[in-house]
């Protein structure tokens, strides 16, 4: 396989020091200024959150992403107001500073500028951009790749130590603007621009990417590739037996709903599900 991807360091090695990994995501409470948010102290929102980390920590996962899920509807990126980053910041850091595990930043909908912003500031090691490359229809609207902007942004902090994880045929849309190119082709545009690692998922929160598509993506790049939703105990062997990780959190909380805490008793039961596959690594 020739890309641009082969002459990178690979980012999982990098950053996590093994192969495969399981990375636990956070979705934080509501954040003031969100249609959502009824009030809740800052600090309360912060503890929530310490929690989750704690949960899946204790559980055995590797590493986290932050997210502001509460935030729904999600805005586009350039409405999005800086009390969200600072706030993010925040949370990240004082995550970082208790648990000392690589940390993403995931600023919703497709805010790759406040993501990175959040990043240097709450010193965590890469971001997630679900629209990297191309444009699609999303719940928010038309949504651009950031790719561009994004990259001259992280140039201009000096912080290219911070990884972009990009999702290909990303979630919660429709991709009929670029029907007439396959998902080979979408990936390998998003490796051409310069992402780190590929995340592969489906349809919307909880959906897991066929095993197809995954392996369609798998043979376009040679980036880490990462399925980033629906992956359960249940299928967490078969998916990571083909990708470098996954990316979970519906799985892993109370009744399997996105929005309750995490539970430490589901944790467990998932990384146990995956060691095999892991120690094979």
């Given amino acids: 396989m020739v890309s641009i991807s082969a002459e990178k360091t690979n980012a999982i090695q990098a950053i996590f020091s093994r192969s495969k990994v399981v990375i636990g995501v956070i979705h934080c409470d509501p954040f003031p200024g969100s249609p959502k948010y009824s009030g809740k102290s800052v600090g309360d929102i912060i503890e929530r959150a310490i929690r989750d980390a704690d949960n899946y920590i204790s559980g055995g996962v590797h590493g986290l992403i932050v997210e502001n899920h509460g935030d729904i509807p999600f805005a586009k990126p350039e409405d999005i107001g800086p009390e969200t980053s600072a706030l993010m910041a925040v949370i990240s850091e004082k995550i970082r500073c208790r648990f000392d595990v690589p940390l993403g930043i995931n600023v919703l909908a497709n805010a790759a500028i406040p993501a990175l912003a959040t990043a240097l500031a709450g010193g965590a090691d890469f971001i997630r951009v679900n629209q990297w490359a191309n444009a699609y229809i999303a719940n928010e609207g038309f949504i651009e790749g950031a790719a561009a902007k994004a990259l001259r942004y992280r140039s201009q902090l000096r912080a290219e130590h911070i990884r972009v994880f990009a999702d290909s045929h990303v979630k919660h849309g429709s991709h009929a603007i670029v029907a007439d190119r396959s998902i080979s082709e979408l990936t390998r545009d998003v490796d ?45 062997g078969q998916i990571l037996s083909r990708t470098q990780g996954v990316i979970v959190a519906s799985a892993l909380k109370q009744g399997g709903v996105w929005w309750n805490d995490v539970e430490l008793a589901r944790v467990k039961h998932f990384m146990a599900a995956a060691r095999s596959v892991l120690a094979g690594e």
Avoid: C, H, K
Avoid at 195 to 211: F, K, M, N, P
Avoid at 223 to 231: D, E, F, I
């Fill in 192 to 236: 051409f621009f310069q992402a780190d690692a590929v995340i592969a998922t489906g349809q919307r929160t909880g959906d897991s990417a066929t095993l197809e598509e995954i392996d369609e993506i798998r043979g376009a790049t040679a980036l880490p590739l990462l399925v980033g939703s629906g992956v359960t105990a249940d299928n967490v």
